[in-house]
């Protein structure tokens, strides 16, 4: 099995109904209307941007403040060391000093999947030592139809700052079509339909081919429906999109039982790892990616980041720092409900089970580290895969496993 790293690989670790079987009488029954308040409660970074109302200009330049990652994260630009003059100009082309009230009356919808960014560029942002996959100007990819509150223009007009389902940041004038009316946006938003239980499908739009992931709600499949489109002056208008082919859907919103969590969670074994959900050759997923996508598809409204996600959620198993790698292991195979997500700082994964007291998880991640001829060697993962959680054990980053703080539950 090519994404498999467990030393049961000869097992199917890859079969949903492998895990499923593990779960059959352990996966608490939950309902999104009653969880995802509280997930949003919890978090403070899930909300809906049609309902944003009148919002001063100091709170939109707060936000746009807060969207810049650190300096360090950006000190070359498309590869080559950023001079102080370029990152100036980025920075103004914020049109801090421009900016004005929101009055809730400029909204838009994505007509493709598109990006949203810490600055309003395209230039892929870098530290000095990041290897090439990484673009941490990115903060996540939006897929189409995705709801915004437009708040702020770039000084050239070719950006957008807004407020999407679950982050704040920039978003290309040309990939979003705008109205004046909330209510004409949400018209167009699917509330019943299909969700998309395959990694990576196609939408043929009047924009294009543009590709939608795991966990999209359409409102249609094999058949044409209402999507948006951008006129020439970035207006709203009503066209017609389409699935491409037969990928596999689930009726919307499924029940989470552990057949259908494990047959959205492991179709994506092997996709690669984005930063913010994408690579240098287009789409990919991150960590808490992977992890939002897999429950959006049941209709639960996780939050964006990593941190973010186990705040929201009820921690069921806690360790103490320095809790050697057996005791975790006890612990753990004490769990009786799920689904479960595994947190550490700056990563989550979903539990998938034990096998011999050897526990696993289904992630996307880019690299752990290994013993080695008496140190230690870094080994590239780069993509979706299902793991135990004893990689890194013996070295000084410790196991996954050791490394976990806690278990969390939605």
Known sequence: MRHVISPFAGLPLDDPEFWASKWRSGLKTLDPATVNPRLAARSGAVWDPLELGPLPAAGIRRWIEEALVPDDWWQTLDGR????????????????ENIRDFRANRY????????LRALPTNLRGQKLQDEEGFDRLQHTALEPLTPLALLHPSRDGGWWFALAPDYRGWVRA??????????SIAELLPGSGRVLAEPLAELETPAGTTPVETGTLLPAVGEPFPFPVRTASGGLRTGQARLTGRPRTLPAFPELTPENLFRVALPPLGQPYGWG???PQGPGRDCSRFVQDVFKAFGFRLPRDASRQCAATEPAITFDPGEPHEARAAKLAGLRQGPALLCMPGHVMLYLGEVEGCHHAVHSFWAYKSPDAGGEKTVPVRRVVVSSLDLGRGTSGGSLLERLGSVNLL
């Open 81 to 96: 060391p950023a001079g102080s003059e370029e990152r100036q100009a980025l920075l103004a082309a914020r049109n801090l």
């Open 108 to 115: 838009g919808l994505t007509v493709r999947r598109t990006n």
């Open 174 to 183: 040309g990939d979003v079509a705008t109205s004046r009316s909330a209510q």
């Open 277 to 279: 959900d994408l690579t």
